[in-house]
């Protein structure tokens, strides 16, 4: 059974680890701000952990238009970007998008 895990584990790009943990740590960054309690704070860190490995190619873009200015920096320091800005801003994201299809079935 572990040797599954491992060759499952290798599968999947290195990238996606970088970002995830990048996505924690943004949204436990959001949760220690406004003061969340356990229950909350576990929900706030889950959400931002899932919307950054999943959301992250979409906000990638929207870092460096938002800024008007080129960011030099790595590839590596690029997904941690983009991973902790997904990460914390995840939470909002989400809603949006949950918003978006909900208004969708009512339209029909």
Same mark, same amino acid.
């Given at each position: 059974m572990m040797v599954y895990a491992l %060759?499952? /584990?290798?599968?999947?790009? $290195?990238?996606?680890?970088?970002?995830? +943990? =990048?996505?924690?740590? +943004?949204?436990l960054v959001r949760s220690l701000r406004y003061q969340e309690k356990l229950v909350e704070?576990?929900? *706030?860190?889950?959400? +931002? *952990?899932?919307?950054a490995v999943? @959301?992250? $190619? @979409?906000? =990638? $873009?929207?870092?460096?238009? =938002?800024? =008007?200015? $080129?960011? %030099?920096m790595t590839q590596f320091q690029h997904w941690m970007l983009s991973g902790f800005i997904t990460g914390a801003a995840? +939470?909002? /994201?989400?809603?949006f998008v949950l918003d978006l299809m909900t208004r969708k079935d009512q339209d029909k």
């Amino acid at each position: 059974m572990m040797v599954y895990a491992l %060759v499952f /584990l290798h599968m999947i790009p $290195p990238e996606t680890f970088i970002i995830a +943990g =990048s996505g924690m740590a +943004g949204a436990l960054v959001r949760s220690l701000r406004y003061q969340e309690k356990l229950v909350e704070a576990i929900r *706030t860190v889950v959400i +931002g *952990t899932l919307t950054a490995v999943f @959301i992250w $190619p @979409i906000t =990638s $873009p929207l870092i460096e238009t =938002s800024l =008007s200015i $080129p960011l %030099v920096m790595t590839q590596f320091q690029h997904w941690m970007l983009s991973g902790f800005i997904t990460g914390a801003a995840g +939470g909002i /994201l989400l809603g949006f998008v949950l918003d978006l299809m909900t208004r969708k079935d009512q339209d029909k």
